[in-house]
Structures are given as structure tokens and as C-alpha cells.
């Protein structure tokens, strides 16, 4: 498999609208990877395109991807910075199969012709589909609404996404999912507290714990360090990657 960061920036992006700090200031000026769009990833194989989260930059990413052909969509829940796209899918030209809880299928306000144009598929805790050789199975994590994290899984390659984990700890089952990840991704709009997501700091430990897996930290919001200052803390740790808009790896 492989997923491409096209968004790594938190609710409100970087630069994020209305702001004139120092991080969204400079931004605006410089672009670089320290520009951010709202936060989405895309993963791919042989046959499939799979899309994880519709944030309000999903068109501009899917003209500039050239995508034309989605396999699936994943919704991770029903905040805005992660669904709030879904109204471009109106006029997409195929079918569009979209997966997640009922907390999100059940409560966007949803068009007649977006929803003539899409098939829902409710997810179940733990519980896989498949999408032709790639399983998905949706796993709950903490946070404000009802959320999943998924597994994408292909052959015995995985990547783990834990989509706005509130908390700064792993539960037990959490601990065990890491022993056999390849790459796992955090959101972590902020470097040491102040959010109410998983930190920086937080993920630097688990990576200490977790040597053989590679860590990716995205959702990154403008008041944490800027990718420079991330990348020259983090270079201690051989196994996290900072995530910038366009990031691709091989999974
Ligand atoms: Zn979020
Ligand atoms: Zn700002
Ligand atoms: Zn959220």
C-alpha cells in the first residue's frame, strides 16, 4: 500500500483564516511545508483508491491529485474539519461508497443529490470490510463524539490511523495494535498539552516503546513548533516522521 498525506493541518489549517500570528503570517508569505491543509490521507494499492476523511480542502486535493476514481470513502467522525467536504462528492461522477458510525452517516445534513449519488455503509466496532485486498477495521478511540480509528490492512503490511485520539495514553488494546503496525498516525495539533488531542511529547514516548514501528504526527495545528523546529526535535527518534502536505509512503 501506499498513503500520501494531503492534508496535515488541524481543524483550522495553516495558514489558519482570520489569524495573523507569527506561524499563519509567515505561512501565508513562505508557503513550505509548514502550510497545512485540513487534514486527510489517501491510500492506494494496485487496484484501489481510498479516501480518509472529507475535509472542506478535499476538492482542491482531489483536482490537484488527479483523482477521478475513489474505491471507498472513510469517515472518521462527524466534526467538521473531517466531513465538512462531503458536499463536492454532489457531483462526483460514479457511485460513492461511504463507511463510518451512524454518529456521522446519520447526522450531516445531507443533499438529494449527494445522497442519490452515494451508498452508505454503517461501521461496527471491530468489525472489517473489505475493500478487494485491502481490510478495514474500524476501532473506537477517545475523544469528544463517537470516532474510529481504522486499520488498513493489505497481505501482512498495516497501517494504524488514530483519528483525533483525545487522550495521552494507550489502552491495553491500543498497545497491542502497535506491536505489529508499520506505520501508525497521530494527530497532534499540539507539541505539550493545550489541546484536548494526544500530544507531541506523548508520541515521542510511545515511540520509545515502540522501536520497530513508524510513527507519523499530522493534524498539526499553528500554535504547535513548525515543521522545522519538529523535525530537529524529533530527529532523536528514528522512528517518527513529520508529516507535511504530500507526504508519501511505502507501506
Ligand atoms: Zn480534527
Ligand atoms: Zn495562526
Ligand atoms: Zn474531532
Known sequence: ???????????????????????CSTTRKNGGKNHRRTVSVIITNKSDT??????????QVLN?????????????HKHFDHVGGITVFEYWPEKIYVYGNMSVLGNFEITDRLYN??????????????????????????????????????????IIHFSDKAENKLDDYEKRLLKNADVTIFHTPGFDGGTDHIDVVS????????????????????????????????????NIIVAYDGLTLQV
Do not use: W
Not at 137 to 150: A, D, N, R
Not at 209 to 227: A, D, M, Q, Y
Open 1 to 23: 500500500m501506499k498513503i500520501k498525506f494531503t492534508g496535515t493541518g488541524d481543524g483550522r489549517g495553516i495558514p489558519a483564516v482570520g489569524c495573523k500570528c507569527q506561524r
Open 50 to 59: 481510498i479516501l480518509f476523511d472529507t475535509p472542506s480542502s478535499i476538492g
Open 64 to 76: 490537484e491529485e488527479k483523482i477521478f476514481h475513489l474505491s471507498a470513502i472513510f469517515l472518521s
Open 117 to 158: 449519488n452515494c451508498e452508505f455503509h454503517v461501521l461496527h466496532e471491530k468489525e472489517s470490510v473489505k475493500i478487494n485486498h485491502i481490510r478495514v477495521k474500524p476501532f473506537s478511540v477517545s475523544h469528544k463524539v463517537p470516532t474510529f480509528g481504522m486499520i488498513f490492512q493489505e497481505d501482512d503490511k498495516k
Open 203 to 238: 508520541v515521542m514516548d510511545i515511540a520509545k516503546r515502540n522501536p520497530s514501528t513508524r510513527f507519523v504526527i499530522t493534524h498539526i495545528g499553528h500554535n504547535n513548533l513548525s515543521h522545522e523546529e519538529l523535525v530537529k526535535k524529533l530527529k532523536p527518534y528514528e
